[in-house]
């Protein structure tokens, strides 16, 4: 079977299950040839070996049954890098990228901050902010499996990010930062059939997917040294809880809840007030 056979019998079965079956298809053969898309361009009439077209339509299989094409390619882009996924991680979101941009406009602004990643997973945070930025970096996450992740992801883009794995704040005892940033789970269930194959503890949280959040809010609170800055990504409906939790739990800090692009709650930012001085 060529390449342009095999290309046209996997858009046919994907059409079931996709919206962009031939790309789908183009991409899942270039990633199991390990070959540019160009490639198969240029060589319509090239005879696969029984291997590859096993391992093609076994990929093509997967995707019938809506798996994510970043896990059956183990790439994502995000923030302009390419990061390693797999099942143990989250797959980044375009979303996630605006949570990114809030806080190099703090560490480019200011050389030498420590940043702190809560629930790193893949790292593409906080590796996408030491690619762009200098100053100290660390990370940590609750799954060894996707710590192993986000180092394989920092190594291979050369960058220099201190991890640790523990539950939220634990690993980092009597440690102070300037900036600690988190995506942790904010789902109280799964409702959109895209993450059926993502970790269920990436997504979801107790509390009608709130529990950890405010958690890390009793951690920030215990540092010894109070952070300058938190950024979160929040639930869509989470922004009342989020108020209401600062003002008991983190009563130092001004709270800003913001909207993504298509308009949703989707951030918290937490500016801590400045101390007032009586003469």
Known sequence: MTINQTLNLGTQKLKSASTSASLDAEVLLSHVLNKPKEHLFANPQQLLSSKAKKQFFALVKKRVANWPMAYLT???????????????????????????????????????????????????IIISLAKNSSGKFFASDISTAALRIAKKNSRAHKTKVQFKQGDLLAPWKNQSFDIIIANLPYLSKRTDPSTKFEPTKALIAKDSGFALIEKLFHQIAALPRLPQHVYLEIGHDQGPKVVKSVRSILPNYNLKVLKDLPGKVRYAVLNKKPVRRSF
């Open 74 to 124: 183990n790439h994502k882009g995000f923030y302009g890098l390419d990061f390693y996924v797999d099942k143990n991680v989250l797959i980044p979101r375009p979303v996630t990228e605006d949570l990114v941009e809030m806080v190099l406009a703090k560490t480019k602004k200011q050389n030498g901050l420590s940043v702190l990643d809560v629930g790193t997973g893949s790292g593409c």
